[in-house]
């Protein structure tokens, strides 16, 4: 299996990330034509090719990765629709995962059954990106979400996360937790029904690496004061057992003007996307509502990312090789 993978954010390192931002910021240049052609051609990649095997419905993850490969001149080979692929006919992902090693240089996969794509990911013969895996982790969007933080306070050290919602189903959370241990001084809020609240796993590996965080399930003024970055997440309709039970939840934290206007002025509301109804639209006017400059940033990060792994020359900070205890 390839060391380069990209699985779980516990592989990240803090110079990683830093030096990953510092190349995600150069990426808008040459999205927007504005390098010289010699410039341009240590980032382009022609002849290389991304399979992108989605399994899972996906919008923004499938569209930024697509964005992000034409932009470097890659090619993409998408498969999206699970019903239209060889596995609607009984192939397992291990052979899906084998035979698309084949057709391009790196793979990334979006899969609802997290153990599943983990366990599959050793036939692959190329590296794997992993575009979400089921309630397990999500690292690419966390490299967004934390790309955007970065770009806005221009540090990443010290800083006070508050992540709402679906905390027990939604990957991006559990990703940002573990991504939260790689800096410097940042404390983190999970705040949700008791039902869905953040797994044990993950504190438990927040308290062994000495960062703090606190649990409740409100949403108040005494959080909301301390908070820099409020990250709000969907009730993950698919994942739970039933529509009851996903309806005991639906609405149960709504992000109004009222709850921004309780938090510091340099603040700002993040949010993986897609909503449903847990952020109003009188929200998105605030200067401190970011989410659709984090959801454009999903093509310059995922642009870094593939240059990561097609061209690794380009950085000099390793990734700690995925292992089956990170998720
Ligand atoms: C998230 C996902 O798929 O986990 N979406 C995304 O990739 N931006 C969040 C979600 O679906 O709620």
Same mark, same amino acid.
Do not use: C
């Given at each position: /299996?390839?060391?380069? @993978?990209?699985?779980?954010?516990?592989?990240?390192?803090?110079?990683?990330?830093?030096?990953?931002?510092?190349?995600?910021?150069?990426?808008?240049?040459?999205?927007? !034509?504005?390098?010289?052609?010699?410039?341009?051609?240590?980032?382009?990649?022609?002849? +290389?090719?991304?399979?992108?095997?989605?399994?899972?419905?996906?919008? #923004?993850?499938?569209?930024?990765?697509?964005?992000?490969?034409?932009?470097?001149?890659?090619?993409?080979?998408?498969?999206? @629709?699970?019903?239209?692929?060889?596995?609607?006919?009984?192939?397992?992902?291990?052979?899906?995962?084998?035979?698309?090693?084949?057709?391009?240089?790196?793979?990334?996969?979006?899969?609802?059954?997290?153990?599943?794509?983990?366990?599959?990911?050793?036939?692959?013969?190329?590296?794997?990106?992993?575009?979400?895996?089921?309630?397990?982790?999500?690292?690419?969007?966390?490299?967004?979400?934390?790309?955007?933080?970065?770009?806005?306070?221009?540090?990443?050290?010290?800083?006070?996360?508050?992540?709402?919602?679906?905390?027990?189903?939604? #990957?991006?959370?559990?990703?940002?937790?573990? /991504?939260?241990?790689?800096? @410097?001084?940042? +404390?983190?809020?999970?705040?949700?029904?008791?039902?869905? =609240?953040?797994?044990?796993?993950?504190?438990?590996?927040?308290?062994? +690496?000495?960062?703090?965080?606190?649990?409740?399930?409100?949403?108040?003024?005494?959080?909301?004061?301390?908070?820099?970055?409020?990250?709000?997440? =969907?009730?993950?309709?698919?994942?739970?057992?039933?529509?009851?039970?996903? =309806?005991?939840?639906?609405?149960?934290?709504?992000?109004?003007?009222?709850?921004?206007? /309780?938090?510091?002025?340099?603040?700002?509301?993040?949010?993986?996307?897609?909503?449903?109804?847990?952020?109003?639209?009188?929200?998105?006017?605030?200067?401190?509502? #970011?989410?659709?400059?984090?959801?454009? @940033? !999903?093509?310059?990060? #995922?642009?870094?990312?593939?240059?990561? /792994?097609? +061209?690794?020359?380009?950085?000099?900070?390793?990734?700690?090789?995925?292992?089956?205890?990170?998720?």
């Amino acid at each position: /299996m390839s060391s380069e @993978n990209i699985i779980a954010t516990q592989q990240f390192t803090g110079s990683m990330l830093r030096e990953f931002f510092e190349m995600t910021q150069k990426m808008p240049n040459l999205l927007n !034509g504005r390098l010289s052609s010699e410039e341009e051609s240590m980032y382009l990649l022609p002849r +290389k090719r991304v399979v992108l095997l989605f399994f899972e419905p996906s919008s #923004r993850t499938f569209g930024s990765f697509a964005a992000a490969a034409d932009a470097l001149g890659v090619g993409i080979i998408p498969i999206v @629709n699970p019903k239209f692929s060889s596995m609607a006919k009984g192939e397992s992902l291990s052979d899906t995962l084998r035979v698309f090693g084949g057709y391009g240089q790196v793979i990334v996969l979006r899969h609802k059954d997290s153990e599943e794509a983990l366990k599959a990911l050793p036939w692959s013969k190329v590296p794997v990106i992993n575009a979400g895996f089921g309630a397990g982790q999500h690292p690419t969007q966390s490299l967004v979400d934390w790309y955007t933080i970065w770009d806005h306070f221009g540090r990443e050290d010290n800083l006070t996360l508050t992540m709402v919602g679906d905390l027990k189903y939604g #990957r991006t959370v559990h990703s940002l937790a573990y /991504m939260a241990t790689k800096f @410097n001084g940042v +404390k983190l809020n999970f705040i949700s029904p008791p039902e869905l =609240r953040m797994p044990e796993i993950v504190k438990k590996y927040l308290t062994t +690496k000495g960062v703090s965080y606190f649990e409740s399930s409100k949403l108040d003024e005494a959080v909301l004061k301390g908070t820099d970055v409020l990250y709000d997440t =969907r009730i993950q309709r698919e994942k739970f057992p039933n529509e009851a039970e996903y =309806r005991r939840f639906k609405g149960t934290y709504i992000v109004t003007p009222d709850i921004v206007e /309780m938090m510091p002025p340099r603040s700002i509301v993040l949010h993986p996307l897609p909503r449903v109804d847990e952020i109003h639209i009188a929200t998105d006017s605030l200067p401190q509502a #970011r989410y659709f400059d984090q959801s454009d @940033n !999903g093509v310059i990060v #995922r642009m870094a990312a593939l240059l990561r /792994m097609l +061209k690794p020359e380009l950085f000099e900070e390793f990734l700690i090789p995925y292992d089956s205890s990170m998720i």
